[in-house]
């Protein structure tokens, strides 16, 4: 399953925020977004992820194939780093066999297994919101920042999350300010601003 953007405006209160994106992103591959903050990474990414809604062009495949992540989210601070993750193995049909151990394994979260998510440190919340990603069965993943809060160790594990996940053919769209030496193509929204397109246009 490859992603298709064609002639997509994205925008932020009815304001457009990027115009004149066109791409392709085919299984096995990433995509690293650039630009400077405010440019409008996240706006690509939620819009990418049907979390709002496009302002004129098309996005394939549909949300449902795609899974986003960013900051904490979806997590449940009354329950255990383990129960978290097996909320969402449940929900996404994954709660069965060893799914939820593995997720656990890839960010060395054991430790933390009984921990409540609302005593969490950033980083550790961090881990746990990205060990999610494996548990959704979801194959294309956007994730915003993903290595905010992360050490060094822990951005070394992440990039090797995203490998095995291109490997079996998954897709990644990443905001990062950091070079987490994925392979894959680079995407500066800069050119693609909605201001700087209409300075260019006078
Ligand atoms: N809810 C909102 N209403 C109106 N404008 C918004 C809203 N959220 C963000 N914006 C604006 O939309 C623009 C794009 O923001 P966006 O968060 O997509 O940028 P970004 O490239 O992800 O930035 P950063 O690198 O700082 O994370 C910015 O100018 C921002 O101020």
Redesign the pocket.
């Known amino acids: 399953m490859s992603v298709s953007v064609r002639d997509l405006v994205v ?3 009815g ?1 457009p ?1 990027l115009a004149g994106l066109s791409f392709d992103v085919a299984p096995g591959h990433a995509l690293i ?1 650039r ?12 819009t990418l992820a049907g979390l709002q809604p496009p302002m004129s062009g098309t996005v394939t495949p549909n949300p449902e194939s795609i899974a986003y992540g960013a900051h904490r989210d979806g997590m449940k601070g009354q329950l255990t780093v383990e129960e978290n993750l097996q909320f969402w193995a449940g929900l996404h049909g994954l709660g069965r066999g060893d799914a939820v151990s593995r997720a656990m394994d890839v960010f060395d979260l054991g430790r933390l297994a009984d921990r409540l998510a609302q005593h969490l440190s950033a980083g550790q919340g961090r881990r746990l919101g990205l060990a999610r990603l494996m548990l959704t069965g979801r194959p294309i993943w956007c994730l ?2 993903p290595t905010v809060s992360l050490d060094a160790e822990n951005t070394g594990r992440f990039a090797g999350m995203v490998r095995d996940h291109l490997e079996t053919g998954g897709i990644a769209i990443i ?1 990062t ?1 950091i070079d987490l030496g994925l392979s894959g193509d680079v995407l500066d ?1 800069t050119p693609h601003r909605a201001r700087a397109r209409e300075l260019m246009a006078l």
């Open positions: 925008g932020r209160g304001v925020v977004l630009g400077p903050n405010g440019a409008g990474k996240t706006t690509l990414l939620r915003d920042e905001a300010h929204v």
